[in-house]
């Protein structure tokens, strides 16, 4: 049987590596960001370069929705697409292609976080659980029904590449009794989602990143770290500079010291009054979006 695996980053390096390793499947294609040479980014070409290792054909993906795409795809005699960390939405001609339809592996508790950025707003949000789910692709964003589900807890050490870690390494057992299945002609689980209960998780813009230092230290904790990853940072204003804190933990978790945002200590770390209780930051952990370390921070200073 033949599968098209649509997917970036790690999690879709796993499921490239899993269905290459699944017996009855041959995958015929793989559909990934273009290779990027100059990257810093360790994770941006794995998907490419284990594809090119295996022999498997490369599209670099520009319009998945394209004729020309779609001419392509259905000369492929597709069986399947698997999908996982793919950036764009599957129209109807697409997605009318394979004969068992497309499975997507969401890095979230289904219907809780749909979006790209669902681990990050499990964090900011200050889930309890995360997970992974394999759903049906229909015609809207991570609407489809459930196949398969897993959770796991977060910790109060978790950060969103930990935590990615973890959500990922659920993946090659749910895809392997998929696959399996299919390969046996057996029918997979379709649990419609409770669409009721849905949460979005949407691009984490410039915008959405800004503190508000009038929550409580829990809530801005939680903001901190479900941020706390290479491109993206919660940040804040101190005379005036736009600056991004890296890494907090809570000193006191209630009470009310003084106006929200205002520096009640600047020995050490940093201890900021929030809405209710005390965050205490680090210096070392605060820079300018230029990524310089800024070092100017007294008693009675605001944040903000």
């Not at 941006?44 to 001419?71: F, K, S, Y």
């Not at 950036?87 to 749909?114: D, E, T």
């Not at 590449?161 to 997979?188: F, S, V, W, Y």
């Not at 005390?278 to 210096?283: C, F, Q, S």
């Given at each position: 049987m033949n599968l098209v695996l649509m997917g970036a980053w790690g999690i879709g390096e796993t499921a490239l590596a899993t269905a290459l390793d699944v017996p009855g499947w041959t995958v015929v294609a793989v559909l990934t960001r273009p290779f990027d040479a100059a990257t810093k980014d360790p994770w941006r070409n794995r998907v490419w370069t284990l594809a090119e290792h295996n022999g498997v054909p490369v599209n670099a993906m520009q319009d998945i929705n394209a004729p020309e795409t779609v001419q392509w795809l259905r000369s492929l005699d597709v069986d399947l697409y698997l999908s996982a960390a793919f950036p764009k939405l599957l129209r109807a001609p697409v997605l009318s292609i394979p004969r068992f339809g497309a499975l997507n592996l969401h890095g979230s508790l289904l219907p809780k976080n749909r979006g790209t950025s669902p681990v990050n707003?499990?964090?900011?949000?200050?889930e309890p659980q995360v997970?992974?789910?394999m759903h049906f692709i229909d015609a809207g964003m991570d609407t489809g029904d459930i196949v398969f589900q897993k959770?796991?807890?977060?910790?109060?050490?978790?950060?969103p590449g930990m935590l990615a870690d973890r959500i990922k390494d659920l993946a090659p057992p749910m895809?392997?009794?998929?696959l399996t299945r299919l390969a046996q002609n057996q029918p997979l689980p379709r649990i419609p989602q409770n669409h009721a209960l849905m949460t979005l998780a949407p691009r984490l813009t410039v915008e959405l990143r800004e503190i508000?230092?009038?929550q409580s230290a829990r809530q801005v904790w939680s903001f901190v770290r479900g941020l706390a990853q290479p491109g993206l940072g919660a940040w804040t204003r101190c005379n005036g500079k736009r600056c991004v804190l890296e890494r907090a933990k809570i000193e006191k978790l209630d009470g009310v010291f003084s106006s929200p945002g205002v520096i009640l200590q600047s020995?050490?770390?940093l201890r900021v009054?929030?809405?209710t209780g005390i965050l205490a930051v680090p210096r070392a952990s605060i820079r300018m979006e230029n990524g310089a370390l800024l070092d100017e921070f007294n008693f009675g200073q605001r944040f903000g």
């Amino acid at each position: 049987m033949n599968l098209v695996l649509m997917g970036a980053w790690g999690i879709g390096e796993t499921a490239l590596a899993t269905a290459l390793d699944v017996p009855g499947w041959t995958v015929v294609a793989v559909l990934t960001r273009p290779f990027d040479a100059a990257t810093k980014d360790p994770w941006r070409n794995r998907v490419w370069t284990l594809a090119e290792h295996n022999g498997v054909p490369v599209n670099a993906m520009q319009d998945i929705n394209a004729p020309e795409t779609v001419q392509w795809l259905r000369s492929l005699d597709v069986d399947l697409y698997l999908s996982a960390a793919f950036p764009k939405l599957l129209r109807a001609p697409v997605l009318s292609i394979p004969r068992f339809g497309a499975l997507n592996l969401h890095g979230s508790l289904l219907p809780k976080n749909r979006g790209t950025s669902p681990v990050n707003w499990a964090l900011l949000r200050d889930e309890p659980q995360v997970g992974l789910t394999m759903h049906f692709i229909d015609a809207g964003m991570d609407t489809g029904d459930i196949v398969f589900q897993k959770a796991i807890d977060v910790t109060d050490d978790d950060l969103p590449g930990m935590l990615a870690d973890r959500i990922k390494d659920l993946a090659p057992p749910m895809i392997r009794e998929a696959l399996t299945r299919l390969a046996q002609n057996q029918p997979l689980p379709r649990i419609p989602q409770n669409h009721a209960l849905m949460t979005l998780a949407p691009r984490l813009t410039v915008e959405l990143r800004e503190i508000d230092w009038t929550q409580s230290a829990r809530q801005v904790w939680s903001f901190v770290r479900g941020l706390a990853q290479p491109g993206l940072g919660a940040w804040t204003r101190c005379n005036g500079k736009r600056c991004v804190l890296e890494r907090a933990k809570i000193e006191k978790l209630d009470g009310v010291f003084s106006s929200p945002g205002v520096i009640l200590q600047s020995q050490g770390w940093l201890r900021v009054a929030c809405g209710t209780g005390i965050l205490a930051v680090p210096r070392a952990s605060i820079r300018m979006e230029n990524g310089a370390l800024l070092d100017e921070f007294n008693f009675g200073q605001r944040f903000g």
